[in-house]
């Protein structure tokens, strides 16, 4: 993750004074009554050559002549002026409304509050604002014959009948049982069919599980697209669902005995084809925390390990996991998992309104936010040590110091909204934004003055390499979703801008960057940009270009989720990645790609050959994910 730094210009968009003026007369800081206010005046209709989308050619063709407005619009009530029933006003900015109650008027600070914008006499979320039209990719010559909608349906059946144990409680790729066929032309020996097909097949049919040690953030998003799709349609076996996914989410948690703590990767007794670690290397004690071992639960409670000088079985002191007796489960957890996680939980706490799920949700996040600030914003193992990957402040200025800040930043937020607690929301403004002052809070390893976290954040360095092709993809996938949820919670508009400018100009479309991830076809990505990009009057509008390719990126992907044959090695080799992994210049399209268990997560440029194999199955939370959220912002429309 080390690269270089740079520096952040934390100054908003230019916005002309005949911009203003206009605007403050056509109705972005329009005056009306909600029986008939003025059409507000859209300034996003004239997005940047970055982000085209169909509209007038000029600004000026957007905009009416400001001697033909009304004459009662070019100007803004007094605050102690009487008021008409009904009136409304927005100011300029479209942060503040004003509505009229009872004859006096009455302000609401829509971005500050709800972090929403005013328009035509209410407070309406961001990705609304002046009622966008949404492109839906008509034409993708590469679209499969189903419906987005068809394969969301039955990605969502697949998902829950084969994907989801009911031991596990938690959704992990499979392998059917299979027999031998022969195989078809140009396929190499030995060929083998999946005993029952991937259609019917439940559970039940299954040969082995895929767990891997990143299988906890596949379980959240899974999470994430059962709450996004209960949003949408409210329907119950959805939010039943979602309530036995979030169980699982806590299993996770509370099988570590340390609160606040996920494991990487765990194993419950009894599931047919998920087994713990046969050989007692795996539970060796590594004292330096460089490598990831395995622990057991004990018949007593307690978690058991290989000793490393004796090569014995030890019952160690961490005790108290009754109910989970028999399970395994394994440590050293890194910000890979956590970013994930509560990307998921985050959005899950946006969306889904219900009581018990929200109890869960905060429960969890708010776990984290008391382990990080009880901790020093490390993550500490179950053995007291802090985990290889488990700190999220910087050391020196090669270690990525605006990466850890973003993820810093948008955990105690998160934690400090949900728990409305004085503690956690003075860490997060006394200690990271050291709005008191310097603050010695924190360690501060690098030897200098204290700054505000925000500081660090408008410092990345994602980009690495010539063309950008040494960028890791991990860390790009990382900062986005941390980024995403970080605008979503944080209200103040100072703080949002700064993190919407990260956002935009150093990940999602920096200047004079080859490779900027705005152009990856990562529907994923498009739909989180197109939500959280800052909108409203002085904005370039709305990610129509974004939506556009995620739309069209989920047309073309596939109606299934084995491994079927690719070969992207005809295309040129352009450079080589972060991992010497050969890469092309353009991202392969989605239907090209070869498939993995989170398509949305890798580097799209890598050039590959792969083959059939019907009988592994990938779960397909990624798919489920970006399509539950293009409904629920209204970027894809119901049946496309």
């Known amino acids: ?155 969502s059946d697949v998902a829950w009948r084969l994907h989801f144990a009911p031991k596990q409680r938690f959704i992990l790729s499979a392998r059917l049982k299979r027999h031998e066929v022969d195989c078809t032309a140009g396929a190499t020996p030995p060929c083998y069919a999946p005993d029952v097909p991937e259609d019917t097949a439940t559970w039940a049919d299954v040969d082995a599980w895929d767990g891997y040690e990143n299988e906890g953030g596949d379980a959240s998003h899974y ?5 996004l799709e209960w949003s949408v349609t409210r329907a119950p076996e959805t939010l039943a669902r979602l309530k036995t996914v979030l169980a699982g989410v806590v299993d996770r948690m509370r099988v570590t005995g340390v609160p606040g703590l996920f494991t990487r990767q765990m194993v419950p007794p009894g599931v047919a084809g998920n087994a713990c ?7 060796q004690v590594d004292p330096t925390k ?107 200025l090669n270690d990525s110091p605006g990466f850890l800040a973003a993820i810093a930043l948008d955990f105690i937020r998160m934690g400090a909204t949900l728990s409305g607690r004085a503690d956690l929301e003075a860490f997060y403004q006394d200690c990271l934004l050291q709005r008191s002052g310097p603050n010695t809070c924190l360690p501060w390893p690098m030897e200098q003055e204290p700054i505000p976290y925000t500081d660090w954040l408008a410092q990345q360095a994602l980009y690495v390499g010539g063309q950008g092709c040494g960028t890791n993809y991990d860390n790009v996938s990382m900062l986005i979703a941390t980024l ?84 992207n090695l005809a295309v040129p080799e352009f450079c080589q990645g972060d991992h010497g992994q050969s890469m092309a210049e353009a991202p392969i399209p989605v239907a090209d790609r070869c498939l993995q268990p989170l398509m949305w997560w890798y580097d799209p440029h890598e050039r590959k050959a792969c083959t059939d194999q019907p009988w592994v199955v990938y779960q397909p939370v990624d798919y489920l994910m970006a399509y539950w959220m293009g409904r629920y912002y ?4 119901a049946g496309l």
């Open 1 to 155: 993750m080390a690269g270089r730094s740079g520096t952040f210009d934390t100054r908003t968009l230019p916005r002309t004074g005949i911009l203003v003026a206009v605007l403050a007369l056509a109705g972005m800081a329009a005056c009306g009554t909600s029986s008939g206010g003025s059409d507000a005046i859209d300034p996003d209709a004239a997005p940047d050559s970055a982000d085209v989308a169909p509209g007038p050619d000029t600004l000026a063709d957007a905009v009416p002549d400001a001697a033909d407005l009304p004459a009662d619009l070019a100007s803004d009530p007094a605050p102690d002026a009487p008021c008409l029933a009904d009136a409304w006003t927005c100011s300029d900015d479209a942060a503040l409304l004003r509505t009229c109650k009872d004859g006096a008027w009455v302000e609401t600070d829509c971005a500050r509050t709800r972090g929403q914008l005013c328009e035509n006499g209410a407070c309406v979320d961001p990705w609304r604002y002046g009622s966008p039209q949404w492109d839906t990719c008509p034409d993708e010559p590469r679209a499969t014959t189903q419906t987005m909608a068809e394969k969301a349906a039955y990605f």
């Open 223 to 227: 999470a994430t697209a059962l709450a």
């Open 277 to 283: 670690p046969a050989d007692d290397a795996a539970y």
């Open 290 to 396: 460089t490598t990831n071992k395995w622990v057991k639960v004990g018949d007593d409670g307690c978690i058991h390990v290989v000793d490393a000088g004796t090569h014995a079985w030890t019952a160690t002191t961490h005790c108290g996991l009754d109910a989970y007796k028999g399970w395994c489960w394994l440590d050293n957890i890194s910000q890979d998992e956590y970013t994930t996680h509560m990307n998921a939980l985050g959005v899950v706490a946006k969306v889904a309104d219900d009581p018990e799920v929200q109890a869960t949700i905060r429960d969890l996040i708010v776990s984290i936010a008391d382990h990080l600030v009880a901790h020093d914003l490390t993550v500490v193992d179950w053995d007291g040590k802090v985990t290889r990957y488990g700190r999220f402040y910087a050391t020196s």
């Open 484 to 567: 995403y949820t970080y605008i979503w919670f944080e209200t103040d508009p100072a703080i949002r801008l700064i993190a919407q400018q990260v956002l935009d100009t150093q990940v999602m479309r920096p200047p004079d960057q080859p490779r900027a991830v705005l152009g990856d076809l990562n529907a994923w990505y498009d739909f989180m940009w197109a939500s959280q990009k800052r909108l409203g009057p002085g904005s370039d509008g709305p990610a129509y270009q974004a939506v556009h390719d995620a739309v069209c990126s989920l047309k073309q992907f596939p109606a299934r989720k084995h491994p079927q044959a690719r070969d």
């Open 634 to 637: 209204g970027f894809i429309p």
